[in-house]
């Protein structure tokens, strides 16, 4: 165990002793469990009202609360959506008391949502939120609590593609401004990172989609918001501890999959590149020439005979790369997770400490491993005073793993040739042509030289590349009350979290020796050889500190008298995230004795390679950002006669990334909403329906971007011309307009319980217009700042959307049957744009967004394909109007805006998931399959620019275009030497490529098994949980008929994996 | 006790909130240099690439010192050249960067010293640098504006000034604003402002020709009074200038066949700045014929500023850059011109002529050049414009004198151009004397456009 960890292990353990010594026996509390009236099951989030007042509690995920009450207390009401309200009378002695609740028709699912600033009842709430609870995170496995949100909440779509983002909710709202949600953990933003989160100290997560639920987040919650809660220590319940195993095996990903151009064919392409005398021998940097062409050289100086040569090449037609990567490389990965947790608590304190290990080892053999332990505590020292705290370590470790497929690239960038060996018969590692030519690696600097071969399959373990972080986070929330119905808090934040990198290089390593031997200088005429770079090992060393404070304060105000009941918070904020970072190196550095070497960084030395006269690099950098936020909000709830609810919130942000006029002169962010409880009505007497609720909203939200700056900044150049002073020019231009980017959001929903409980949930409609996102706006060169465009707050979006999600119970007695239905549409239009050009070329490739007026922001936009020549096989397009190969025009301007295909969006706009529970008696099966439809990607394809340059190749080579007719049943080109690169570009980004990505994916499957002690007395503990999961199980259908997996169309997709595990409770 | 709470906790928000301004202030990136100290802007103002070097030639371009081949015209790459030739019709100025966006760029630098300035307090320990750094930023504005408005405005005109549009006098870094042409008075008021606080700020002598210097300062209200057409106030500040700064080169020291014989940061050189113009490069822009003739074969400055290409066509080769940049800075020799001209319309033949005679003096193969002598002003006065025009070619100035003069009975000037057979003419004050200003200006801000 890390001496780091020891520490705040001690610290945590301090705390919780200081803590529980301050329990003192003063005040009424009772306590008790909610139970269900039908099996015995705690029901977590029951409200507990004592009569009359305002202050209430709610039970925690074993149906347990605690209640502080006056003596002259008479009776409690306890709520549960989905349950019968009940008053009981209640007298101190009884406490613990256990009560039973009857279900009820009316079921709405969750009861409580958490806004990071407030917990709300669902009665009062009119905005849309999602609330992911314990049961379903838990229904997946993994280190990242941020995953487990797949396929289990609606609007929620995960994304594998570089060029967008990886995680929306509810669809991206802006162009270049940062795209993904705010993560709230524990009331505050979170700026760590996420895998410092143990999913099993979680208690649920709260999604914020629209501008009534996420508007108190002010300017940066355009994007929605996630609220992460972690689980608390309460008061008054049982000491309980908590055990959780799990394992997950990762298969192997199969390699086979790959659209790797035959071995053999690609020897034919080089052997005839080679008799056309395609490759230049006498590169300025030796670059490297593939085995083959090596072979082919020899051959050709007459250096191996013309048989030998022939032998060798056929033997490399047969070798696949893809084989030894699958034996050497890949393995299948295997993760073990472990947490324990400990709580209780009684009447003035109460406690949750947490401890958990994850250790993963991926199929490229990549380590990561994490500590983390949390201590969450609960103190009442007063009747009117509430302090929670909680502090948490964690501490984790990444450890690079060997290259995968593709990975293995030479200086140039070119791929791997297919006929690569990484090991010889007898498996012992051979080395790979990478940069330079074999024969100047084989004859450079007379033996002066360290070996300048590269061996793949050893390489990596001479290269130690490690990350280690170790995150604290502490959170303090003192709450006190100070009349009837108003409570004041503050609480404060505080994160450090520090990342500390380190990459060895020893000195076997291929960076270490090829940046020696660059170096290297040798005096041919004296013989005397200086070696600039030492030998040795090269060792960078990299650390990152981030110093999050937070602090808020807030007034929360509740009134209830028969008819009204009012609900007002209002607060001031602020917060202050500071990054700092430094990086350096060190040359021939001995990790044994710590000793190291100087080098010259000042002075150029002649590159054996280039001849070039170059530096040593340095790797010393330094970085320091800092953000500020002062924010001040209100947020009011007024329900009347327990069926009209109208909320508001208002929020201003001030920041030190904001232009003055921004700061100044900005209008807040604000929303507002009415719900209708139309069940409740006199006049409503619906059995079939018996619970109805409308809800509607409207409000804005906003997106800050981090990375931009509202001052004028310089940079210093040296040595103006004639006058040789230091001079500076403006890099970049202070806009005091430059604000958050604004979404509007208005959403209508409505919430159905049907009969008996047997189907239930809610739909959403939404129209979500985001304006003054960032874009590029053109400049009057009279303002005089050298440039023709800005980025300023100009562009605009609109999106409409819907969020199903429904439950069906079609079987519900000792077999249980649920269904859990989620789907989503989202379609986001580009409204306003400026600089559109129209240039159709511009919009075709994989630049980013180029959005086009009226079409989804990720569109796939395409040439327009008239198929291959009968003469030629050259793939044909359309300049004005009529088929042409003419590429030069196609390219450079013939080709329109208006003239290309819109073949539709690159994101799903229709997506969700269907879940499928069963239970019978004590066993539980969960099936997942989700769904993405009406979208489109670009399939890959053979490229004979890349191939020859690249050595980039396609296994469609060998259904190319050979022979008229040919072109009757393939699209892939005629092979075309010299190449031409516009042709190839016109195919690969035209609509032959084009497939529907629509496809249904098995996203999991669970099977628990639980038995508890109600159910067997000799059972030594309170509840145990046996599961074994199957996640990424593998698509189920697929509109394309190439086998191709939409979401990896050309990588490697990760193999299925199985998890087994056990949760026990005591 | 809760009363108390509430009161402390509110002046406790009162005063974090008051603080929020600077707290608020912190710079996000600290890699990002942000201007604090004189010296940062000082560096700003030292960056001769954007200060100095290039300044507007479209004047230039306009002007009638040299001519184009048909072929060599057709040849120019952007149709914004061959227009300026022309005084075109069609505005196709749509290059970026250019001129007009490259004196703005000026402007804006020098705005931001003088808004950054603001807030640094001035002392006794810091009082050179910051006066220095101001004067230069006024200078440097002055210098842009007068350049602009010279160049995209009608001649000045004191009954006519105060409602004709000028240029947009932009005073601050806010990019946001929207240009607004000034009136050709405030433009001109503003210039003089400005110099005048230059003049203030700046040191005697600069480290170098390419930092504002107070002669400097005393030149470009001479040069801005004499495009005003205010003799007197001209008149006194070349002199003013010629206090400070009245070196001569001597032009017999020259080498005629070198191929830039007047080096840059020469002795007559007061503040150096540089041009450059596609249709004005010299390779293809010809003297014009009637200019080059006026020469005598003793002026030396016939071959000092003119390359015999050999074919009967010369091209400028008397950049006071010292190579093929034009210089549009201030030098002694415009001084001199100033003065003179100011003393014969004053006149005041004789000193007008001592000023003319003592430069030509420096001019002419020694012993050979005659002093001019005559006792009428007017005719002094003639023969100092008809040198202006001989000592001052391609120096952004002659746009300057056609515009000038053209307001002046008797010295009005129709110039022609011709282009395979097609015969463009400029009549004296024709409104194209106004280039057009940018299309994508006028686009984006809804200016008025410059009548062709």
């Known amino acids: 165990m890390h001496l780091k960890f020891i520490q705040p292990c001690l610290a945590v353990l301090i705390l919780t002793f200081f803590v529980s010594t301050l329990q003192a026996q003063t005040g009424n509390t009772i306590t008790g469990y909610i139970l269900s009236a039908k099996d015995k099951s705690p029901i977590p989030g029951a409200t507990i009202q004592p009569g009359g007042r305002n202050a209430m509690v709610i039970t925690d995920d074993k149906g347990r609360f605690a209640l502080t009450v006056p003596d002259t207390l008479s009776g409690i009401t306890i709520k549960h959506e989905g349950y019968v309200t009940q008053s009981i009378r209640i007298n101190n002695n009884d406490s613990p008391l256990y009560i039973l609740m009857e279900e009820n028709v009316n079921v709405l699912g969750d009861v409580t949502v958490s806004t990071g600033y407030e917990i709300i009842p669902k009665e009062r709430v009119t905005g849309s939120f999602t609330q992911v609870n314990n049961k379903q995170l838990n229904e997946q496995a993994g280190s990242n609590i941020i995953n487990r949100l797949k396929g289990v909440a609606s609007s929620v779509l995960f994304d594998n593609s570089e060029s967008r983002p990886s995680l929306t909710i509810r669809g991206i709202s802006t162009y270049e401004g940062p795209s993904a949600p705010l993560i709230v953990v524990d009331n505050f933003p979170y700026d760590g990172d996420i895998n410092n989160i143990n999913p099993n100290d979680v208690e649920s997560i709260t999604l914020l989609k629209d501008a009534a639920a996420a508007s108190i987040w002010g300017t940066r919650a355009g994007n929605g918001v996630i609220v992460i809660t972690t689980k608390k220590g309460s008061l008054n319940q049982p000491f309980s501890i908590q055990l959780n195993a799990g394992v997950t095996l990762i298969n192997k990903p199969g390699l086979s999959y790959l659209p790797q151009m035959s071995s053999s064919d690609f020897i034919d392409v080089e052997s005839y590149l080679f008799n056309q005398g395609f490759y230049n021998e006498n590169t300025y940097n030796h670059a490297a020439l593939s085995p083959v062409v090596e072979l082919l050289i020899k051959k050709r100086d007459g250096l191996i005979t013309p048989a030998d040569a022939d032998a060798q090449i056929n033997a490399l037609k047969q070798v696949d790369v893809r084989n030894d990567f699958d034996k050497y490389i890949y393995r299948a990965g295997f993760n073990q997770q472990y947490a324990v947790n400990i709580s209780g608590g009684g009447n003035t304190a109460g406690y949750y400490l947490s401890a958990g290990y994850d250790k993963n080892v991926n199929e490229l053999d990549a380590g990561y491993s994490r500590i983390h332990i949390q201590s969450q505590t609960v103190l009442k020292p007063m009747r009117n005073l509430q302090v929670n705290a909680s502090l948490g370590y964690t501490n984790s470790m990444n450890e690079a793993g060997r290259p995968g497929y593709g990975e293995i690239t030479t200086i140039t960038g070119n791929a791997l040739y297919p006929y690569a060996q990484l090991a010889d018969a007898k498996g012992n590692p051979l080395p790979l042509i990478k940069d330079y030519r074999e024969t100047f690696v084989d004859t450079a600097g007379e033996g002066h030289f360290l070996d300048w071969h590269y061996y793949p399959l050893q390489d990596y373990t001479h290269v130690n590349a490690t990350t280690g972080t170790a995150d604290i986070l502490a959170n303090i929330a003192i709450e006190y009350k100070i009349v009837k119905g108003l409570t004041a808090s503050l609480q404060y934040a505080y994160e450090r979290q520090q990342v500390t990198g380190k990459t060895l290089y020893d000195a076997e390593s291929y960076y270490a020796r090829d940046l020696v031997n660059q170096f290297t200088q040798i005096d041919y005429g004296s013989g005397a050889v200086y070696y600039p770079v030492p030998k040795g090992s090269i060792l960078d060393l990299s650390d990152n500190l981030l110093l999050s404070n937070n602090v808020r304060a807030q007034l929360n105000y509740g009134y209830r008298n028969n008819k009204n009941e009012l609900h007002i918070l209002a607060g001031w904020e602020t917060r202050q995230s500071h990054t700092t970072g430094n990086s350096y190196r060190t040359y021939g550095y001995d990790d044994d004795v710590l000793s190291f070497t100087n080098v010259d960084l000042v002075n150029p030395y002649t590159s054996y390679i280039t001849g070039f006269g170059s530096y040593i690099p340095s790797g010393n950098s330094f970085s320091d950002n800092l953000n500020r936020f002062v924010s001040v909000y209100g947020n009011g709830a007024y329900t009347f006669n327990d069926r009209y609810v109208l909320t508001g919130s208002i929020r201003k942000d001030a920041s030190n990334l904001f232009g003055v006029n921004s700061n100044d002169k900005g209008i807040p962010l604000w929303s507002a909403g009415a719900g209708w409880t139309v069940s409740k009505e006199p006049f409503y007497h619906s059995s079939l329906v018996p619970s109805l609720k409308l809800r509607f909203s409207y409000g804005y939200s906003g997106n800050a971007d981090l990375s931009r700056s509202a001052v004028t900044t310089l940079s210093y150049i040296s040595n103006a011309r004639y006058t040789n002073l230091t001079y500076a020019n403006i890099t970049q231009f202070a806009n005091p307009d430059l604000g958050w980017e604004i979404t509007k959001i208005i959403n209508t929903g409505v919430d159905v319980g049907f009969k008996n409980g047997i189907a239930g949930g809610s739909i959403d409609y939404y129209i979500k217009q985001g304006s003054n996102l960032f874009g590029p706006a053109p400049l009057d060169q009279t303002t005089g700042l050298q440039r023709a465009t800005i980025t300023k707050n100009v562009a605009d979006m609109l999106a409409h959307g819907v969020d199903v999600d429904m439950y069906i119970k079609p079987l519900d007695r000792r077999f249980k049957w649920n269904i859990h239905l989620l789907f989503s549409y989202n379609l986001g239009k580009v409204t306003n744009y400026f600089l559109e050009d129209s240039n159709g070329a511009d919009y075709v490739g994989n630049f980013g967004i180029a959005p086009v007026k009226g079409k989804p922001v990720f569109s796939l936009m395409s040439f327009k394909w008239a198929g291959l020549s009968h003469d030629t096989g050259d793939p044909q397009g359309y300049v004005d109007g009529k088929v042409s190969t003419d590429y030069d025009a196609i390219f450079n301007g013939g080709t329109k805006l208006t003239d290309l295909d819109y073949n539709g969006p690159s994101v799903p706009p229709y997506f969700g998931a269907l879940h499928n529970g069963f239970s019978w008696k004590n066993f539980e099966l969960d099936i997942n399959i989700t769904y993405r439809f009406g979208y489109y990607f670009r399939k890959s394809s053979t490229n004979y620019s890349a191939l020859f340059y690249g050595w980039y190749g396609n296994k469609d080579y060998a259904d190319r275009w050979q022979k008229p007719g040919d072109e009757a049943h393939t699209n892939v080109p005629s092979f075309l030497y010299p190449d031409n690169y516009n042709r190839d570009n016109f195919y690969i980004n035209s609509s032959a490529l084009v497939e529907k990505a629509d496809n249904i994916r098995l996203e999991y499957i669970n099977l628990n098994y639980t038995i508890n002690k109600a159910s067997l007395k000799q059972l030594p503990l309170q509840n145990l949980r046996l599961y074994c999961y199957i996640n990424n199980a593998g698509i189920l259908w697929r509109a394309n008929k190439d086998g191709l997996d939409p979401d990896y169309p050309s990588s490697l997709k990760p193999g299925a994996n199985f998890t087994f595990g056990l949760t026990a409770t005591f | ?452």
């Open chain 2, 1 to 452: 006790m809760k009363l108390k709470i509430i009161l402390y906790g509110g002046i406790l928000v009162i005063i974090t909130c008051s603080a929020c301004k600077k707290y608020l202030d912190a710079k996000s990136n600290k890699s990002l240099v942000i201007a604090t100290k004189i010296s940062d802007y000082q560096a700003l103002l030292d960056n001769n690439t954007i200060m100095n070097r290039v300044s507007p030639s479209n004047g230039e371009g306009s002007a009638d010192n040299y001519y184009l081949n048909y072929s060599d015209w057709d040849a120019l790459y952007n149709d914004a050249y061959k227009n300026i030739y022309v005084w075109g019709d069609e505005i196709t100025y749509d290059l970026f960067p250019n001129d007009w966006g490259q004196a703005y760029d000026q402007v804006y630098f020098c705005n931001n010293v003088l808004e950054g300035l603001d807030v640094i307090q001035k002392d006794s320990s810091n009082a050179n640098e910051w006066d220095n750094a101001e004067g230069s930023a006024f200078f440097f504005r002055a210098n842009a504006f007068l350049k602009l408005v010279l160049t995209w405005a009608n001649a000045y005109d004191s009954a006519t000034a105060g409602k004709e549009p000028g240029i947009p006098l932009r005073l601050n870094t806010d990019f946001n604003e929207v240009s607004v042409r000034a009136t050709i008075q405030d433009c001109y008021n503003q210039v003089l402002n400005d110099a005048e606080q230059a003049v203030n700020l700046l040191p005697v002598n600069a480290l170098f020709a390419t930092r504002p210097s107070k002669a400097a300062a005393y030149g470009l209200i001479a040069r801005t009074c004499l495009a005003m057409r205010n003799y007197t106030r001209a008149g006194l500040y070349a002199d003013s200038c010629l206090q400070l700064n009245h070196t001569l080169i001597d032009y017999n020291t020259l080498n005629t066949a070198a191929s830039y014989p007047i080096a840059i940061f020469n002795a007559e050189m007061i503040f150096y700045a540089g041009a450059f113009g596609a249709e004005l490069s010299n390779s293809i822009a010809n003297i014009d014929t009637v200019l080059l003739a006026s020469y005598s074969d003793s002026d030396l400055r016939k071959t000092i500023f003119f390359k015999d290409r050999g074919n009967g066509t010369f091209g400028f080769k008397g950049s006071y850059n010292g190579n093929n940049s034009l210089f549009t800075g201030i030098a002694v020799d415009e001084m001199y011109l100033i003065r003179a001209e100011c003393y014969a319309r004053e006149n005041n033949a004789a000193s007008a002529l001592n000023d003319l005679n003592t430069l030509l003096q420096n001019r002419w193969k020694k012993g050979t050049y005659i002093p001019y002598e005559t006792n009428d002003a007017q005719q002094a006065l003639n023969r100092v414009l008809e040198e202006r025009r001989k000592e001052l070619p391609f120096r952004d100035l002659r746009w300057m004198d056609l515009k000038r003069l053209n307001k002046e009975p008797g010295r009005q000037v129709t110039i022609t151009r011709l282009l395979n057979g097609a015969v463009y003419t400029l009549p004296p004050n024709d409104p194209r004397y106004a280039l057009p200003i940018p299309a994508t200006v006028i686009e984006l801000t809804g200016m008025q456009q410059n009548p062709r």
